[in-house]
C-alpha cells in the first residue's frame, strides 16, 4: 500500500491527503492504517498537507486521536498534519 502511495505522490504531487488510520481490526486481521503507515505516508509527500480521520469512530478502532498525536508528537511531523475532532470544520488555505 505505502509503495502505490509513494507512486501516486510522485506522479500526482497531491495538496492534500485524507487517511483513515484508526488500526481498525477484526479477527481477519487489520483493515485500515495506523500510525506506522501514517508515517509512512508522511515520508512518501511531506510537502502534501495531511488529514488523518476515522479514530475512535467504530468499535473495533485501536488507535485513539490521542494516540496518534503522541506518536506524531514523537517523530516531530505534527506541523502539516490535521487530526480533526467530531464536528471540525476544516478550512487549508
Known sequence: M???C???NDLYHPDIIIVNACAAKLPV???IMN?????RVYQAASDSTIIISHMESVSH???TRNDMRNF???K????NIHIPN???VLSLD
Open 86 to 88: 467530531d464536528g471540525d
Open 72 to 74: 506524531l508528537q514523537q
Open 76 to 79: 516531530g511531523i505534527s506541523s
Open 2 to 4: 505505502v509503495f502505490r
Open 35 to 39: 500510525q506506522e503507515d501514517v508515517y
Open 29 to 31: 486481521g487489520r483493515l
Open 61 to 63: 478502532a485501536t488507535v
Open 6 to 8: 509513494k507512486k501516486c
